[in-house]
């Protein structure tokens, strides 16, 4: 993994991925497989466009009126007797949840899956603080025993073989040596979980849906290991972002149906659950973070994004992404929606990301809530090379370009020269002894042009 | 009908073949059809590196040289969808707007304006329809197999249409080939990969000609057959459809 760690340009770190071409393959394949899965799925509802529209449009409704379903959620919540906390930004986040711990001396903390504290960094900050943090789901458990980021924000551990986690389970958890088994490496995960189930009195879960008019939120896992951690636990956090909410508990069934079909092409998740009120004696707290969404929120092309429900059938279906893995976004959340979201966080640190996509659009027709996650690609390439994050040969080469094909003159005279296209357009970026030809031949180039043709040929 | 033939820069210079089977074929159908002789480019490859802002020159000429026309037809899907979602004239905005909304990809000139209901085609040969993401996702030239909708497809009815022809299915239909613009070189490895997958779907399938309605996407595959020393070919659509 160090390779991947020294740089961090999709491109490149796609190439290290390519390096081994049967484990793209496999990759492929298995991302394909739930991508068919879930094509499957969604053609038993006859309905679908009608319930992907109708999730679009609640979103819509939401991110319009945010605030005042934000302090209506907030209001019902206390009233339910739960703990609500604000946080502007990842660090606001990381400091409430230790600050919780630390009132109840607590040292050890179970956490089921949240995408929203990888992408804060809460495990590295909590550790660092002398606190103790087990994941919960399975996958997570895995990439957090790897000492890596998950590569998909519904299968953290799809880059892994069964192979590498049986060697992962036997250095960790005591397994024998070379047994990849996954019944028995998952029943080893479940009984060394048990016990932190057991023994933690504070549990994190984050929030799929939050609902502003009983102030409740849904939290789905298909492992019940949310529900196990909060239960079992003194102190309940769920952690969320503000774009979480839904009006009413009756529009969590558009969302429910949508979810699960469209992640894993399973009809719903194994454990929907509700959580609204603390049990008697114990704790529970929900914090609303910000970090960068008002911000998105306030740029029109872009606060569709916000509509997310991370399921995650955006990454399955784009053939970049199945074809580079998720780690070569070096972002929490990879593939095409992290593609969208990340540079609104740090416009040039992922300054890359909205290139690595070929526009093929089929990101936006498997989104369940009808984010237009391609034409947003397009438009952030635009913002980040207005914003001068984009190599100066390239910008160089686009101006020779412009130049050329804005002139009828210019651009017969370049193509008699040599085939200007082949030489220039599209290949003409950054042209290091052109990568065009490393797996692939130049067409070649005919006695004449079309327009030369069409000189002799026609009146 | 006075008809505007809009090729693009990397078809002229490199695939005259198919510009010629476009021209021929709209002239068979009785089209009054007029190559101008100053075009270049839509703009396309620098618009979708982010320098969209730079476009002004070949708008301003893809305006001059096409205005006149009652359509404009040209045998690109991508570079048709790029025209029609992008084009614009700052000091004449409508001018843009009714320009585009007379621009037609081929093959759905064909089928939607023209109405073709036969052709005098044949091509007794295996072929393998590769479905190029801007005109089906983009210019919806056939349905996606993401969503749960009828199916149809513009090309297809049109080949059809062609005796003998022998079209083959393909294990994954609608997957992008990875060309991608400038994204072919800026994600070299990534790209070439989804090439390779793309161009053994059809290979696997028997194909002896890949097809479809974007030379680019062909012009791509080419380069990975090629390369691989394949006999198998590429043909824009246009060369099958106006065949013997």
Redesign the interface.
């Known amino acids: 993994m160090s390779e991947i760690q020294n740089t961090t340009n999709?491109?490149d770190l796609?190439?290290v991925?390519?390096n081994d071409?049967a484990r793209?393959d496999w990759h492929?394949e298995t991302l394909?497989w739930i991508r068919s899965k879930r094509?499957v799925a969604?053609?038993k509802?006859?309905n679908?466009?009608v319930l992907r529209e109708t999730a679009s449009q609640i979103k819509h409704n939401v991110l319009s009126n945010l605030n005042n379903y934000l302090q209506q959620f907030e209001s019902n919540a206390l009233s339910n007797g739960i703990t609500v906390h604000w946080a502007a930004d990842a660090k606001e986040h990381n400091q409430i949840v230790l600050s919780i711990l630390e009132k109840h001396s607590i040292g050890q903390m179970v956490k089921s899956k949240s995408m929203l504290t990888e992408e804060c960094h809460l495990n590295d900050f909590l550790e660092a603080n002398g606190i103790n943090v087990i994941d919960s789901d399975l996958g997570e458990r895995i990439v957090q025993l790897a000492k890596e980021m998950p590569s998909h924000i519904v299968l953290p551990c799809i880059h892994k073989k069964k192979e590498e986690i049986g060697e992962l389970f036997h250095q960790h958890l005591g397994t024998p040596a070379g047994n990849a088994d996954p019944q028995f490496l998952t029943e080893t995960a479940r009984q060394h979980l048990r016990d932190t189930f057991l023994t933690r009195r504070a549990a994190l879960t984050g929030v799929n849906f939050a609902i502003a008019e009983t102030g409740e939120f849904v939290v789905c896992t298909n492992e019940g290991n949310a529900d196990m951690g909060a239960h079992l636990a003194d102190v309940h956090i769920a952690s969320m972002g503000i774009e979480k909410i839904i009006p009413e508990r009756k529009h969590l069934g558009v969302f429910l149906r949508l979810l699960t079909r469209s992640a894993t092409g399973q009809p719903i998740t194994t454990y929907s659950s509700h959580f609204k009120r603390p049990n008697k004696g114990k704790e529970m707290h929900i914090i609303i973070v910000d970090n960068g969404r008002s911000i998105q929120l306030g740029r029109e092309d872009f606060r569709n994004s916000l509509k997310c429900i991370r399921c995650g059938a955006c990454m399955n279906?784009c053939?970049?992404y199945r074809?580079?893995g998720g780690h070569s976004y070096h972002n929490a959340i990879s593939g095409p929606i992290g593609s969208i979201l990340a540079p609104n966080l740090d416009m040039e640190k992922y300054a890359d990301l909205p290139?690595?996509?070929?526009?093929?659009?089929?990101c936006?027709?498997?989104c369940p809530v009808k984010i237009d996650i391609h034409q947003q690609l397009?438009k952030w390439?635009?913002v980040?090379?207005?914003n001068g994050y984009?190599p100066a040969a390239?910008?160089a080469s686009?101006?020779i370009?412009?130049?050329?094909?804005?002139?009828?003159t210019a651009?017969h005279t370049a193509?008699k020269a040599g085939?200007?296209?082949?030489k220039y357009?599209?290949?003409m970026?950054?042209?290091k002894l052109?990568?065009?030809y490393?797996?692939?031949?130049?067409?070649e180039?005919?006695k004449?042009?079309?327009?030369e043709?069409?000189?002799k040929n026609?009146k | 009908m006075k008809v505007g033939l809009f090729i693009p820069c990397y078809v002229d210079q490199f695939y005259p073949g198919a510009a010629i089977a476009c021209l021929q074929l709209l002239e068979k159908l009785g089209v009054d059809v007029v190559y101008p002789k100053n075009q270049t480019c839509c703009g396309q490859p620098m618009a979708n590196s982010g320098f969209e802002h730079l476009t002004g020159g070949c708008n301003d000429l893809f305006i001059k040289n096409f205005s006149g026309f009652d359509y404009v037809v040209g045998p690109s899907g991508s570079c048709v969808l790029h025209l029609k979602e992008h084009l614009h004239n700052h000091d004449n905005p409508e001018i843009a707007t009714t320009l585009s909304n007379k621009l037609y990809e081929f093959t759905s000139f064909l089928t939607d304006v023209l109405k073709v209901k036969t052709l005098p085609a044949r091509f007794p040969h295996k072929v393998g329809v590769h479905q190029s993401c801007h005109g089906q996702r983009g210019l919806h030239l056939s349905q996606m197999t993401e969503l749960v909708a009828p199916e149809f497809s513009k090309p297809g009815s049109l080949l059809n249409m062609v005796k003998d022809i022998e079209l083959v299915p393909l294990n994954r239909k609608d997957e992008c080939c990875g060309f991608g613009g400038t994204f072919c070189v800026a994600e070299e490895a990534v790209s070439s990969k989804m090439g390779k997958d793309r161009v053994e779907d059809h290979l696997h399938n028997g194909a002896e000609y890949i097809t479809g309605v974007d030379m680019s996407c062909l012009m791509h595959m080419e380069g990975i057959l090629h390369r691989q020393g394949s006999k198998v070919k590429v043909l824009h659509i246009a060369e099958i459809l106006n065949g013997e």
Not at chain 1, 355 to 362: E, H, N, P, V
Not at chain 1, 419 to 422: D, E
Not at chain 1, 438 to 443: E, F, G, I, Q, V
Not at chain 1, 448 to 451: C, I, L, N, Q
Request: proline share 8%.
């Open positions: 999709h491109a796609a190439e991925f390519n071409e793209v492929d394909w094509d969604v053609n509802i006859s679908w466009e279906t053939p970049v074809r580079s290139f690595a996509s070929t526009l093929c659009g089929s936006t027709n498997v397009y390439r635009q980040i090379v207005k984009v390239k910008k686009m101006q370009m412009d130049w050329t094909l804005s002139s009828p651009y193509g085939r200007f296209v082949l357009a599209p290949f970026v950054n042209n052109n990568p065009w490393k797996h692939r031949d130049m067409p180039p005919p004449e042009s079309f327009g043709w069409y000189k026609r």
